[in-house]
């Protein structure tokens, strides 16, 4: 029968290897929630395997024991509730964990990835990292099989590769790296030390007796436990406070509270509009109460070339929370007339991640957990659906002015993005877009004449488009929708905001519902050929402004803004979205009386100060932080050089103890600045060579020699009957003669990385490598004295 080892060290590597190759799940998921109660069921799993292994000398049954532990902890965990005083299960406390494990599969298939972290999500990632962690457990340490638990290893890093949009991040995939090669160098200092150690004999008085030479495998053991431990202790210290970005984790950081702006990968709706304007049946999908207007979806600000998609959003669950309200709106000025708006939103049969809204939103009253990215304004549910869902919103109704629109200046360097074009962009597209607008050089008018060029009789409006085109959105169906002029909005609306891109003004595709139609009990129903796509161009004063190029056909006229004949003094005297859709129903305030100044924007945007609109000035405290965590890592080396300079001189109190003091300090300073001291030579001789090698002048030879014969004196007499005078100014003496002979590089690198220090930390590695020898001595012989004893 194979005897288990008493170590450690092994089970330790095996826990940390599970946890770090666990961080490549991060991007699968929108939080980091699940992270460290998967780190926790990985630790109990160690545990349970290390006492069977204790306890049993069957290698069989130590499975056993961490699988015990594994479902103690998903009990308490996720049970608790059923079980009597919230630790003894019971039969309803199973049935807990199966009404967990079904909510998490259907939000699995529910839901692509990156995924919320809802209970049931939280459950199955955990058992699931509980069960990796145990065969790791059982190949490398009961079955001394390293190589083999890069299997179970590897699926951790699989799942996120084949769902997950982004695939694992290389800094993710470096971590679990460094963690699997730790355990196979463990195991391989393993299988070194059971070949046998070295004898030696030492003199005891009076007699000789054997004993085990064991200091170079100590060391290694010591290096490997420190290892071990340091691995253990920094990697859950650092993770939470990095970037989720760094290791591809969602919003949220690493737990349930929120992080720094973190980036999600979101889907795309306008893959499905076109399928959805082609059904037969126009089917209810969204009711609401309040002033008719555009329920927008999402706003699309990458375009690829092949579609426009929306980019990774950064937001944070401490400050995107739609129910804490929203920011104000980019580019928005005071001096652009609002009003303010409330909606009351039903939604019936509708599974969206995205959250259908009137732009700009201040304020919504949600159920679930709903963040927004501050720059594209897209909304979007942390594991929740918009399927029959029920919410209270808060709008601001702009409605600028031509004059304010035809004044705008330049948009900032901020909004640079917005203009980014694939490098093999058709031509055509450009040729297309400077013949539309001829001579006109302000940005307002240019987008008008795109407009109204698409609005005219020579587009046709139509979902039933050739194959080649299809649903497509990119630059190959831009390019054939400019010959064929037949489209729906997907082509006008990309077409649109491609040529403003190209005239350099700042374009994206928002998708969203027109209006609908009125209920005749003082609402509106939006269904599903209420589908629409349009773009929306930056103007810096009055932020992201919507206009109309698809057909009237479909939409009916363009906003007050929007109109070629728009009075250029004032705003326009019905509201953007009265004219929107054909039968809109009752008037909609055409007097304005509820249109007032935006007031209060700049409290709204904080004290940051900053552009209209731009919100609060952020502080990067990520990149801050690891800015001042590499300050402080810089200084260590110096501080430690400081500290234990003045604990030596401290500490001298006699003329003995303060020759042996200056000796000390001199050596360090020797070896802060790369001179090598020949352990052979005595103070007098190495004196000598010093002065000679660097060349030190008069004054500078004569303190070192005077430090040479006071630790020769304290060192061969008992007790120095004189004084030694100021050694400590003969030791800074020769410092600085050493400085001025080392150049400019050679004095900093000794004042900030001495490298005196690295004995202390040295010192230190092995301290903490003895503690470690001394837990695992004492583990082992508590077990032992609990094992059984054989006949």
């Known amino acids: 029968m194979r005897t288990l080892s008493g170590s450690l060290r092994m089970p330790a590597f095996a826990a940390i290897a599970t946890i770090t190759?666990?961080?490549?799940?991060?991007?699968?998921?929108?939080?980091?929630?699940?992270?460290?109660?998967?780190?926790?069921?990985?630790?109990?799993?160690?545990?349970?395997?290390?006492?069977?292994?204790?306890?049993?000398?069957?290698?069989w049954v130590v499975p056993l024991g961490g699988l015990v532990g594994l479902l103690a902890y998903l009990l308490v965990r996720y049970g608790h509730s059923e079980s009597i005083l919230h630790i003894v299960p019971t039969g309803s406390t199973l049935d807990r964990l199966g009404e967990l494990s079904s909510s998490g599969r259907q939000d699995i298939a529910r839901y692509a990835a990156p995924i919320g972290v809802s209970p049931g999500i939280e459950l199955l990632t955990v058992a699931g990292v509980g069960l990796v962690a145990l065969v790791v457990d059982t190949l490398a340490?009961?079955?001394?099989?390293?190589?083999?638990?890069?299997?179970?290893?590897?699926?951790?890093?699989?799942?996120?590769?084949?769902?997950?949009?982004?695939?694992?991040?290389?800094?993710?995939?470096?971590?679990?790296?460094?963690?699997?090669?730790s355990l196979l160098l463990a195991e391989s200092r393993e299988r070194v030390s059971r070949w046998g150690r070295p004898m030696r004999y030492i003199v005891d008085r009076p007699n000789l007796r054997r004993d085990v030479q064991t200091a170079p495998l100590g060391q290694v053991g010591r290096r490997v436990g420190a290892t071990a431990l340091g691995l253990a202790l920094v990697v859950p210290a650092v993770l939470p406070d990095l970037s989720t970005s760094a290791f591809g984790f969602g919003s949220g950081g690493f737990g349930n509270g929120g992080g720094s702006g973190n980036r999600v990968a979101v889907v795309n709706p306008i893959l499905d509009l076109g399928r959805n304007l082609?059904?037969?049946?126009?089917?209810p999908v969204i009711s609401y109460r309040g002033r008719a207007d555009y329920l927008r979806l999402v706003g699309l600000d990458e375009f690829t070339g092949a579609q426009w998609k929306p980019?990774?959003?950064?937001?944070?669950?401490?400050?995107?929370?739609?129910?804490?309200?929203?920011?104000?709106?980019?580019?928005?000025?005071?001096?652009?007339?609002?009003?303010?708006?409330?909606?009351?939103?039903?939604?019936?049969?509708?599974?969206?991640?995205?959250?259908?809204?009137p732009y700009p939103t201040k304020r919504v009253s949600i159920d679930g957990t709903w963040l927004y990215d501050a720059s594209t304004f897209n909304v979007f549910g942390e594991n929740t659906s918009t399927r029959q869902l029920e919410y209270e919103v808060r709008s601001l109704n702009v409605t600028p002015t031509a004059d304010q629109l035809r004044d705008a200046p330049d948009a900032p360097d901020s909004l640079k993005r917005y203009l980014q074009l694939p490098g093999d962009l058709p031509n055509k597209v450009e040729i297309e877009a400077r013949n539309v607008i001829g001579d006109r050089i302000n940005n307002y008018e240019r987008a008008l004449a795109i407009q109204d060029w698409l609005r005219s009789?020579?587009?046709?409006?139509?979902?039933?488009?050739?194959?080649?085109?299809?649903?497509?959105?990119?630059?190959?169906?831009?390019?054939?929708?400019?010959?064929?002029?037949?489209?729906?909005?997907?082509?006008?609306?990309?077409?649109?905001?491609?040529?403003?891109?190209?005239?350099?003004?700042?374009a994206r595709v928002a998708i969203g519902f027109t209006p609908g139609t009125a209920d005749g009990a003082g609402g509106r129903t939006v269904g599903l050929h209420d589908l629409h796509a349009w773009p929306e161009l930056y103007f810096e004063g009055v932020g992201w402004t919507r206009f109309e190029p698809t057909p009237a056909i479909r939409t009916g006229t363009p906003p007050p803004w929007a109109r070629a004949d728009a009075?250029?003094?004032?705003?326009?005297?019905?509201?953007?979205?009265?004219?929107?859709?054909?039968?809109?129903?009752?008037?909609?305030?055409?007097?304005?009386?509820?249109r007032e100044p935006l007031r209060g924007l700049d409290e709204a945007r904080g004290a940051g100060g900053g552009g209209i609109g731009a919100g609060p000035i952020r502080i990067p405290v990520v990149p801050l932080l690891v800015f001042l965590a590499a300050l402080v890592l810089l200084a260590v080396p110096a501080a430690t050089r400081f500290v234990v300079r003045r604990r030596r001189w401290s500490a001298a109190?006699?003329?003995?103890?303060?020759?042996?003091?200056?000796?000390?300090?001199?050596?360090?300073?020797?070896?802060?600045?790369?001179?090598?001291?020949?352990?052979?030579?005595?103070p007098r001789r190495g004196t000598s060579r010093l002065v000679r090698d660097r060349v030190l002048g008069e004054t500078a030879a004569e303190a070192a020699h005077r430090l040479a014969g006071a630790t020769e004196?304290?060192?061969y007499a008992p007790v120095m009957a004189t004084e030694v005078g100021d050694l400590r100014s003969d030791v800074d003496t020769v410092r600085a003669a050493l400085s001025e002979s080392a150049g400019r590089w050679g004095r900093w690198r000794a004042r900030l990385l001495p490298r005196s220090t690295r004995a202390v930390s040295r010192a230190l590695a092995e301290r903490l490598a003895d503690g470690l020898d001394a837990l695992d001595a004492a583990v082992a012989g508590v077990t032992s004295r609990l094992r059984p004893r054989r006949g």
């Open 21 to 59: 190759a666990a961080v490549c799940l991060g991007r699968t998921f929108l939080t980091g929630a699940w992270f460290f109660p998967s780190v926790l069921a990985v630790v109990i799993v160690a545990v349970g395997c290390e006492v069977a292994r204790r306890v049993s000398t069957s290698r």
């Open 141 to 181: 340490v009961t079955w001394r099989r390293a190589a083999l638990a890069g299997l179970p290893l590897l699926v951790l890093y699989t799942v996120p590769t084949a769902v997950a949009p982004a695939g694992v991040n290389w800094v993710a995939f470096a971590v679990a790296a460094i963690g699997f090669l």
């Open 278 to 283: 082609r059904r037969s049946e126009d089917r």
């Open 311 to 357: 980019s990774d959003l950064e937001v944070s669950r401490n400050d995107n929370d739609v129910e804490d309200g929203l920011r104000a709106p980019p580019g928005l000025g005071t001096e652009v007339a609002t009003n303010n708006r409330r909606y009351s939103i039903k939604i019936f049969d509708l599974e969206q991640t995205w959250l259908p809204l």
């Open 457 to 506: 009789d020579e587009f046709t409006y139509s979902t039933e488009l050739s194959n080649t085109v299809g649903d497509d959105n990119g630059s190959a169906a831009i390019v054939e929708f400019i010959a064929s002029k037949r489209g729906y909005c997907v082509q006008f609306a990309s077409t649109m905001a491609v040529m403003a891109r190209v005239l350099d003004i700042p």
């Open 567 to 594: 009075n250029g003094g004032s705003a326009a005297s019905t509201t953007p979205s009265e004219s929107a859709s054909p039968g809109a129903g009752s008037p909609l305030d055409p007097s304005g009386s509820n």
């Open 653 to 682: 109190d006699t003329p003995g103890q303060q020759a042996r003091a200056a000796w000390a300090d001199l050596q360090d300073t020797l070896v802060d600045f790369g001179y090598a001291w020949r352990p052979s030579d005595p």
């Open 713 to 715: 004196q304290a060192r």
